[in-house]
């Protein structure tokens, strides 16, 4: 069974830092390539970063709204991606969703984790 | 970026027939894909490739599309489809989301 384990949200002060981690299993996950979308408080979906793997030389991909600032990884020992966010803004403040599909360059999204929270807020 | 539009609401009644409709400000080809989201739940995928059935999705749901305008139709409706549906396409980059369509079962 694919699962997919977002963990490392929270309550962040504007200007600060917090790193997510997926956890997978279920799928061969050095061959995936992941994707992070989140959905803000107005429930609008919005595709934040990608990462292709070995044989795409883990390509990565931003959103021009957290470009410089989100850093988005993975550690296929550990079947686990991760996104790095720096510099958080108040319009962060959403659902983050570790998501992966089985059709590869179709980017559609068949497998979603169950979401965590990232508020930024003083 | 490519923007998807969708009507913000429905409400029909059981066992009728609903279409959700999802425009495009430019063509996507065939790269669209449509997604029930139910309150509290993360977003799950119907249809891909405009008219592909995911597997394990009801019969009752199907896509249809191309170029910039695009359909998801669920015939009969039933009381559990209460949902928020949305699109999204990756023929253009980055891959964007339509607002979402927030269906009502009378």
């Known amino acids: 069974e694919v699962q997919l384990v977002e963990t490392g949200g929270g309550l962040v002060q504007p200007g600060k830092s917090l790193k997510l981690t997926c956890a997978t299993s279920?799928?061969?996950?050095?061959?995936?390539?992941m994707h992070w979308v989140r959905q803000s408080p107005e429930k609008q979906l919005e595709w934040v970063a990608q990462i292709k793997a070995k044989s795409n030389n883990y390509a990565t991909y931003y959103a021009e709204s957290v470009k410089g600032r989100f850093t988005i990884s993975r550690d296929d020992s550990k079947s686990s991606v991760y996104l790095q966010m720096n510099s958080l803004k108040e319009e962060d403040t959403a659902i983050y969703y570790c998501?992966?599909?089985?059709?590869?360059?179709?980017?559609?999204?068949?497998?979603w984790g169950q979401g965590v929270m990232v508020t930024v807020s003083s | 970026d490519t923007v998807l539009t969708q009507s913000p609401a429905l409400a029909v009644s059981p066992g009728e027939r609903v279409t959700i409709s999802c425009r495009a400000s430019e063509s996507v080809s065939t790269l669209m894909h449509w997604y029930q989201q139910k309150p509290g739940q993360q977003p799950t995928l119907l249809i891909y490739l405009a008219s592909n059935l995911e597997s394990g999705v009801p019969a009752r749901f199907s896509g249809s599309g191309s170029g910039t305008d695009f359909t998801l139709t669920i015939d009969p409706v039933e009381a559990d489809d209460t949902a928020t549906y949305y699109c999204q396409q990756s023929w253009n980059d980055p891959l964007t989301f339509g607002s979402g369509t927030k269906l009502e079962i009378k």
């Open positions: 279920g799928f061969t996950f050095s061959n995936a390539w």
């Open positions: 998501t992966w599909g089985t059709m590869g360059i179709t980017m559609a999204f068949d497998y």
